[in-house]
């Protein structure tokens, strides 16, 4: 039998903690190697024992330190706007420690005013320490998975059109899966909505462009702040492997966190991207492995 252990250590040592990332790059790079090694606690032999986790933390994080005055300093290196999902634990996804990140979560992780609004606190007031924000999306997100079902069969928004508070997530949403669902009839040819894998493959492109889409967003509110330096990013939380996932301009199949296109233009060729990774062609039994954008090859639709 295994023993999975993830131990937050703190110590009176000063240089115990880890410093903030110095930029943007930095702090994209230790999420992705910090996603890496939570994901890699189960693979091992089945025989293993005693595994362990161990995330150095600052002593003054929490107010440990000595000093009856001593409150914490916000410093957080970056802002996850993710799920309200329980099964999406971000500190542990990312293993971070506290005060390492700000974390907004909502159903759906979509940008609506108040997470706008958080956002904009976080880089108007903790700009000295803050490199860059995240949309975090999750497989099988519950949100977008009846958005879809909804534009499938929308009979289903019925039950849901007095319900305002519920309808004003389903709506934003459902925008996402429609250009969704263009996207891949644009890619795929009508007959794509008659194979048995559509509505999953349908479900995996709303969400993984959800948090794009979310991403994008938020870079063009950035760019109206005086403070710079902060990039926008996303990705998807795989449930089933605990691995990071966002398909990429030029390499669909690419693991981990992407920073977002700076334009439209890269935007929409996002879009080809997402439909012609490996995980939504394969549910949709398509060819995968055709011309990557950026090629000189011809694109559907160009």
Known sequence: MTSIDIIHRYSTDATAGRPVPADSSAALLRLQQGNKSFARLLDHDGNAQGVQQIIPVDLHDLGFAAGSDNVPKQRPFAAILGCSDARVPIELVFNEGPNDLFVIRVAGNGLGGEVLGSLKYAVENLGGSLKLIVALGHSGCGALTTAVDVFLNPVDYLPLATKHSLRGILDRTLLVVQTSAKKLLATFGPDVVLKAGYRKALIETSIVTNAALAAYSIQEELKSSEITGIRAAYGVYLLETREIWAPRVGDPDDGGLAVVPRDLAGFVD????????????????????????????PRPGR
Do not use: F, K
Request: hydrophobic share 45%; aromatic share 0%; no cysteine.
């Open 270 to 297: 996002l879009g080809e991207a997402i439909v012609r990774s490996h995980r939504v062609a394969s549910l949709l039994d398509a060819n995968p492995s055709a011309p990557p954008i950026g090629t000189a090859s």
